[in-house]
């Protein structure tokens, strides 16, 4: 499960003017883990920005597996053309696909960890499944709770983190790239184990 290349998806829209946005949390991990990796993000010929290196440490002090960290430089709801293309390039099969996403349906600063099922009504998702043919990818979503009030969930998820909620999110965002880390590392189900259980901790 731990040897071979991971492909590590940030979803979001790209452009200074979303980078703060609740939809790019997935990328905000991404650059915690790009800090981690020691490496910065360069544009691919597939649309996209990425860091190839490797992330974290073997038992023995080996360095961990090869991951490239991948940022979509299409808008979200057409992400699958990027991630299909990057997959292709560096052949990398669906199970050693990570997609990094922001999710409603979860209380904000709430990590979960799944492979396959539903999308959830996130167009990111959906256009990654299509492009893929399968649903069967981990995805690791990234809370951040439901707009208050009568606020349209399509304005809520385009408007930035509050001052109030960005101490949080930064711990949050430390969380989620541990877990990305503990599934490259240790395989998914002890990832899994770890985050929703504590157990391992």
């Known amino acids: 499960m731990t040897s071979g290349t991971w492909l590590v998806v940030g979803l979001g829209n790209p452009g200074p003017e979303y980078a703060g946005n609740r939809h790019n949390v997935g990328q905000m991990v991404l650059d915690v883990l790009a800090r981690r990796m020691g490496g910065s993000f360069t544009t691919h010929k597939a649309r996209a920005q990425v860091l190839d290196g490797r992330l974290g440490v073997l038992p023995g002090g ?31 099969t669906p199970d050693r696909l990570l997609v990094v996403h922001d999710e409603l349906d979860l209380p904000a600063q709430t990590l979960r960890l799944k492979v396959d099922g ?60 541990d877990a990305v880390e503990e599934v490259v590392l240790s395989g998914l189900e002890k990832a899994q184990q770890r985050l929703h259980t504590g157990v391992g901790r």
Request: charged share 25%; proline share 9%.
């Open 118 to 177: 539903g999308e959830g009504g996130h167009n990111g998702l959906k256009s990654i499944s299509s492009a893929l043919g399968t649903k069967e990818y981990v995805r690791l979503r990234v809370g951040i709770g439901r707009p208050p009030g009568r606020m349209d969930p399509a304005d809520y998820v385009l408007r930035d983190f509050a001052v109030a909620e960005r101490p949080d999110l930064g711990v949050t965002l430390e969380e989620a790239a």
């Open 62 to 92: 080996a360095p961990g597996p090869r991951v490239i960290l991948a940022k979509p430089a299409s808008y979200m709801n057409v992400s699958g053309g990027p991630v299909g293309a990057l997959a292709k390039f560096y052949d990398v």
